[in-house]
């Protein structure tokens, strides 16, 4: 129960003025303070390279969403994936201490150079992105970019590590050993065993498959998962992963599919020995269809159910049961949660968009809209 009080402490904080649960810049509030509105709006080197890029098709306000965000100290990291042309970066970052936060501005992240398109050095499409203990942010590159509608490869994925407050590269890792070519990457996650030494965890949702990455010794291994993970789902589904951090043994590792009826979780040393063999342990059967948004860095995962906008929280200290599973955040009109994070000022953020819009082509000529507030749970619930 200690991650429950943790929370509610949380929420007393943000909740101590009256305010409303789905305030706006323009409404009073104490949540306006703490909302920040993502669009297109790009913090360009100079005024003739934006011109180059709109000429050139390589920037697309209407283009851009951002899906998923981790923060560091007063920086929030924000990822828009190259879905379709024209995303001139693929990894932004936007100061938490801005006064414009109603248009919040994103520049790249660590710089231009990084997401170049005609080097594979750079970044060609960032997919997911993760914050660990130490500091580095983790940012999975599928190197397949314009994934909706007319895929093109450009260079082979890989997972390049940032420290965090200085963007210098801490390390480059190749995935060609691991991936083959129906390989689909989506979700990443980084733990650390008891030497020390960092270990990847990625979703390969395509091949039924957990990649395993040792950083230390630079070397890795797929894990396949059982046929029956897959029971009831589509040909192109989605493979969530959630760190759960233990406060005495093991880290665990849950996943499911998107589709799939039960959630699953392996011992994260297991993964680490290369010996997870007959140790994927079932969970217990889901609700209905769950996205995973996020985790606490603790015990506590969030989810919402597909095709619905509010957000729950599951203490993963108890049994994976519907009693257990409580209201945090009541969903907005038109706005899905894409990803529920920690970060500044000590606050459980959740990334929120027009996502369903944005796939069906209608968010106007001024693009996406997106949003990272703290999480809010409804005053009616108090």
Same mark, same amino acid.
């Given at each position: 129960?200690?991650?429950?009080?943790?929370?509610?402490?949380?929420?007393?904080? /943000?909740?101590?003025?009256?305010?409303?649960?789905?305030?706006?810049?323009?409404?009073?509030?104490?949540?306006?303070?703490?909302?920040?509105?993502? !669009?297109? &709006?790009?913090?360009?080197?100079?005024?003739?390279?934006?011109?180059?890029?709109?000429?050139?098709?390589?920037?697309?306000?209407?283009?851009?969403?951002?899906?998923?965000?981790?923060?560091? !100290?007063?920086?929030?990291?924000?990822?828009?994936?190259?879905?379709?042309?024209?995303?001139?970066?693929?990894?932004?970052?936007?100061?938490?201490?801005?006064?414009?936060?109603? &248009?919040?501005?994103?520049?790249?992240?660590?710089?231009?150079?990084?997401?170049?398109?005609?080097?594979?050095?750079?970044?060609? *499409?960032?997919?997911?992105?993760?914050?660990?203990?130490?500091?580095?942010?983790?940012?999975?590159?599928?190197?397949?970019? *314009?994934?909706?509608?007319?895929?093109?490869?450009?260079?082979?994925?890989?997972? /390049?590590?940032?420290?965090?407050?200085?963007?210098?590269?801490?390390?480059?890792?190749?995935?060609?050993?691991?991936?083959?070519?129906?390989?689909?990457?989506?979700?990443?996650?980084? $733990?650390?065993?008891?030497? !020390?030494?960092?270990?990847?965890?990625?979703?390969?949702?395509?091949?039924?498959?957990?990649?395993?990455? $040792?950083?230390?010794?630079?070397?890795?291994?797929?894990?396949?998962?059982?046929?029956?993970?897959?029971?009831?789902?589509?040909?192109?589904?989605?493979?969530?992963?959630?760190?759960?951090?233990?406060?005495?043994?093991?880290?665990?590792?849950?996943?499911?599919?998107?589709?799939?009826?039960?959630?699953?979780?392996?011992?994260?040393?297991?993964?680490?020995? &290369?010996?997870?063999?007959?140790?994927?342990?079932?969970?217990?059967?889901?609700?209905?269809?769950?996205?995973?948004?996020?985790?606490?860095?603790?015990?506590?995962?969030?989810?919402?159910?597909?095709?619905?906008? $509010?957000?729950?929280?599951?203490?993963?200290?108890?049994?994976?049961?519907?009693?257990?599973?409580?209201?945090?955040?009541?969903?907005?009109?038109?706005?899905?949660?894409?990803?529920?994070?920690?970060?500044?000022?000590?606050?459980?953020?959740?990334?929120?968009?027009?996502?369903? $819009?944005?796939?069906?082509?209608?968010?106007?000529?001024?693009?996406?809209?997106?949003?990272?507030?703290?999480?809010?749970?409804?005053?009616?619930?108090?």
């Amino acid at each position: 129960m200690r991650t429950i009080c943790f929370w509610t402490v949380i929420v007393v904080i /943000v909740m101590k003025k009256p305010c409303r649960s789905r305030a706006s810049c323009d409404s009073e509030g104490c949540l306006n303070s703490f909302r920040f509105n993502l !669009g297109s &709006h790009v913090t360009w080197p100079s005024e003739k390279i934006k011109c180059e890029y709109k000429a050139s098709g390589r920037y697309h306000p209407s283009n851009i969403i951002h899906t998923r965000a981790q923060m560091c !100290g007063d920086k929030a990291f924000v990822l828009s994936p190259r879905y379709k042309c024209g995303v001139p970066y693929t990894v932004g970052e936007v100061c938490l201490t801005t006064s414009n936060k109603c &248009h919040a501005v994103t520049r790249a992240y660590p710089c231009w150079e990084m997401h170049n398109e005609c080097s594979c050095d750079a970044i060609q *499409n960032a997919v997911d992105l993760y914050l660990d203990c130490k500091g580095i942010l983790w940012v999975l590159d599928t190197g397949i970019v *314009n994934t909706i509608g007319n895929p093109i490869k450009k260079c082979s994925p890989k997972v /390049v590590g940032f420290h965090c407050e200085t963007g210098r590269v801490m390390s480059y890792v190749q995935l060609c050993s691991l991936v083959c070519q129906t390989s689909r990457l989506q979700y990443i996650t980084a $733990d650390y065993n008891a030497d !020390g030494g960092a270990f990847l965890y990625i979703s390969d949702a395509a091949t039924r498959a957990l990649l395993v990455w $040792d950083v230390k010794n630079e070397r890795g291994y797929r894990v396949v998962l059982p046929k029956v993970l897959m029971a009831g789902g589509a040909k192109r589904d989605v493979l969530y992963l959630a760190l759960i951090r233990s406060r005495c043994g093991s880290n665990l590792l849950y996943f499911t599919y998107l589709s799939s009826q039960r959630m699953y979780y392996v011992k994260t040393d297991h993964l680490q020995r &290369h010996s997870s063999t007959g140790c994927i342990i079932d969970a217990g059967k889901k609700p209905g269809k769950m996205v995973v948004l996020g985790t606490d860095n603790g015990s506590v995962m969030f989810f919402r159910l597909h095709g619905e906008n $509010d957000i729950y929280m599951w203490n993963t200290e108890l049994s994976f049961k519907p009693y257990y599973f409580i209201l945090a955040q009541r969903g907005e009109d038109c706005r899905v949660a894409t990803h529920v994070f920690p970060g500044y000022n000590k606050f459980m953020w959740v990334m929120e968009s027009n996502f369903q $819009d944005f796939l069906q082509g209608n968010v106007g000529c001024l693009g996406a809209s997106t949003s990272i507030h703290p999480l809010m749970k409804p005053t009616t619930d108090f």
